[in-house]
């Protein structure tokens, strides 16, 4: 991607957010870059005119041109820092807002998987807000600074084409340099980002309320805390070694600078000594040399801010750009789904996670037919949450096909898919919103409809948490949340309203909430429910299950679960091993085939029938 891009993209951005602000401060740019120049002029023209005692008439003209100049620029600071500030902030806003469509638009999960995705979208989030405001703000110092030495070359060009050569030949090498320097400085945030990534995830570590209790029950404080600041230090070395070549670089060009305009000045007043240039010229000289050199310094300034916006905002536009990788994005996808009617199919299915990650299926064939009940069992990491993400489509097989009845879901638009799928996830989520949005999200159009705590109570009632979250401080409206206060208690005006905490679940009780979620859609065509129960003590597991199997009656689902006893009324039962399909038959075939499942279903009884003897 060239430099141009980013600058026209960003450009445009800007143009989009905030085009009256763009324009005002176009104008102030171009008032306060010609303003140093028209003051040298009129001050030259004045002192000659004192020197050769001229009339007021003659006088009057320079002397208000003067004033009219200072009031521009007087103005132009105040009401340009406040536009750019302005349309840096409507930009941000812009571009966050994008930055984030984007991101929703990636339908799977493995970019947020990919380091370098992930390295992009924090830099881009980070400062890429702020880059369209920098690179306004840059191009439109270059812009000033090209006025102002546009016309400071003219007029000294007047006194001394010699003179003008030197002053403009002197800042070419800091120009380069500033380049070569921002280059640098890229190149460093880039390498120093994975770094800070690091020691973000220490410093979060060490100030998550999840994480306190086993940092403090093994003392690992001062280990994660060493850990953070090794890579602070790693981190502050690399910029050391650039804001070092910077300091070296940046102080030779200052002495070389200084010499041009102490040089410059010594050979005016020796002309104006030999009577060859007059007062006013000297002034000239003198404003030129020190104009031109602050425009010079001021271009150098708004090029490093550009190159390092651009640079940033290229992260931007890389985010805007990035697909879901391995989607077969050039066919046509099909914009809507039947209701499920046959089955289900897994077609010789393959997947690993990267291309050089081991197999986790291996040609899984499976039929799950509509309407029934299919329950998956396996070992620890036989690949059933792997089944059920490539179910949802947040993960591509790698090979093969799953059939909706007949459809490849392949060519199927994933939130088509979804709308028609329900599920509890083994890592379900637990926000930090109110108990009644916590079950809400589950159906989105009831985030929104007025008389939504119907539906909602109704799902709580059948997950078997209702009781608890109307015991709530707040019932269903209380903010289940350990980070923040809970707002929504009092009113806004009321400064001495008390801070309310939140109130928080169990682990239990949350995963309840998540079932009670998943229920908003128990009316979808195929529930999945991995692990939904695992934290629930056997009283709440016997309830849920019951409930489950009422709301899935009739429906297609499948379930997957180490209490195999939650499975044994499946309609089916399927055994994965070694990322294929093992054994597959009902609980009592499976118990005679004596496979797998059997071996599984026994170890687990004798756990209780031990535990039974014992008593
Ligand atoms: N996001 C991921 N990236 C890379 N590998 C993964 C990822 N998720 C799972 N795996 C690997 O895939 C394999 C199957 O994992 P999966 O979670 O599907 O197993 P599982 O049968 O659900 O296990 P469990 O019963 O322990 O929940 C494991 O070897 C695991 O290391």
Known sequence: MTRTRPTFEALRLVGRSAPWHLAGSWAISAASGLAPVAAALLTKTLLDAVSAHA??????????????????????GPVGTYLEAELGRRAGRLAKQDLFAAVQGLQGIARFEDPRFQSRLRLAESAGGNSPGSIVRGSLGLARAALTTAGMVGALLVVSPLLTAAVVVAAVPALLAELR??????????????????????????????AAKEIRLFGLGTFFADRMLTERRRADAMRRAVDHRD????????????????????????????????VGEVSLVVAAIAGLQSALAGAVTALGVLHHATSVFRYHLEVLATDDGGRSAAAPAIETL???????????????????????????????PAGSSVGLVGRNGAGKSTLVKLLCRFYEPTRGRILWD???????RPDV???????????FMSYELSATENIAVGDRDLLVRPHAGEEVRAAAERAGIAADLERLPRGYDTLLSRVFFDDSAGSEDD???????????SGGQWQKLATARALMRADRDLMILDEPSSGLDPAAERDLHQCLARARHGRTNLLVSHRLGALRDADLLVTLVDGRVGESGTHDALLALDGLYAELFRAQASGYQMAAEAS
Do not use: K
Request: proline fraction near 4%; avoid cysteine.
């Open 417 to 427: 898919l979804r709308e028609r799928l329900g599920a509890v996830f083994q890592d």
């Open 406 to 412: 007949g459809v490849d879901l392949a060519q199927v």
């Open 55 to 76: 009339a007021w008439s003659v006088l009057l003209p320079p002397l208000l041109g003067l004033a009219g100049v200072a009031v521009v620029l007087g103005a132009a």
């Open 181 to 210: 320097l921002n280059r640098r400085r890229m190149q460093a945030e880039w390498q120093t980002e994975p770094i800070e990534r690091r020691e973000f995830f220490y410093t979060s570590l060490l100030s998550d309320v999840q």
């Open 338 to 368: 039947e209701p499920l009617r046959s089955a289900i199919v897994l077609d010789d299915v393959w997947f690993r996670y990267t291309e050089d990650s081991p197999w986790v299926l291996r040609g899984v064939s499976l039929t799950i």
């Open 247 to 278: 300091l070296v670089l940046q102080g030779g060009l200052s002495v070389m600078t200084a010499a041009v305009a102490a040089l410059g000045l010594v050979w005016a007043v020796a002309r104006a000594a030999e009577g060859s240039v007059s």
């Open 495 to 505: 400064a001495a309203q008390p801070e309310v905490h939140g109130s928080y679940l």
